[in-house]
T-cell receptor
Framework: GAVVSQHPSWVICKSGTSVKIECRSL??????MFWYRQFPKQSLMLMAT?????????EQGVEKDKFLINHASLTLSTLTVTSAHPEDSSFYIC???????????FGNGTRLTVT | AQSVSQHNHHVILSEAASLELGCNYS??????LFWYVQYPGQHLQLLLK??????LVKGIKGFEAEFIKSKFSFNLRKPSVQWSDTAEYFC????????????FGIGTKLQVIP
């Protein structure tokens, strides 16, 4: 149980375009989902907390106008990287937990390459 | 804000050797602690967790971790590693209560040589 599905697994896009990444909780409802970014040889860094029906909470240093998060339903959160630049190339991972006080479950991640 | 330190970034062991990966966190209050594992090409999976109770927690695949509050540590151990344990291991912490964000350590790459 507690499966988190992330799509796409990898995407290549040109500079200036936008890319949307989906994160779905398949067998549970998640009022809160988390978006992480992982640079090579670095830890997962929390970018934002996605809240169903309300605005996302962004971590310090994360541009909310660049990384648009929408949590339209209890099972779906999307991250849109707008006007992508090569420095946005990274591995993006979403996660969610079925209940308070339970561990996070992770999607497979999305490798974004901006050319 | 909480933070997590993992001191070993890359560990190479022979099969059957014992493993201990260090993890220290900084936060003065009550925390929940986790170890996650990421096998090559796969997503992060939970190895074990500590919320409360017995500070020695056992996880999957023979892993265990001990929470030592006085040392702010949550080291991961396995008596005898296998080649299939080759993976990256992440220690993580979140402040107890609510949907608090989880903070991850930098990760330790474990390579087990047959």
């Amino acid at each position: 149980g507690a499966v988190v599905s992330q799509h796409p697994s990898w995407v290549i896009c040109k500079s200036g375009t936008s890319v949307k990444i989906e994160c779905r909780s398949l067998d549970f409802q998640a009022t809160t989902m988390f978006w992480y970014r992982q640079f090579p040889k670095q830890s997962l860094m929390l970018m934002a907390t996605s809240n169903e029906g309300s605005k996302a909470t962004y971590e310090q240093g994360v541009e909310k106008d660049k990384f648009l998060i929408n949590h339209a339903s209890l099972t779906l959160s999307t991250l849109t990287v707008t006007s992508a630049h090569p420095e946005d190339s990274s591995f993006y991972i979403c996660s969610a937990r079925p209940l308070e006080r339970t561990p996070l479950h992770f999607g497979n991640g999305t490798r974004l390459t901006v050319t | 804000a909480q933070s997590v330190s993992q001191h070993n970034h890359h560990v190479i062991l022979s099969e059957a050797a014992s493993l201990e990966l260090g993890c220290n966190y900084s936060y003065g209050g009550t925390v929940n602690l986790f170890w996650y594992v990421q096998y090559p090409g796969q997503h992060l999976q939970l190895l074990l967790k500590y919320f409360s109770g017995d500070p020695l927690v056992k996880g999957i695949k023979g892993f265990e971790a001990e929470f030592i509050k006085s040392k702010f540590s949550f080291n991961l151990r396995k008596p005898s590693v296998q080649w299939s344990d080759t993976a990256e291991y992440f220690c993580a912490v979140n402040v107890a209560g609510g949907y608090q964000k989880v903070t991850f350590g930098i990760g330790t790459k474990l390579q087990v040589i047959p």
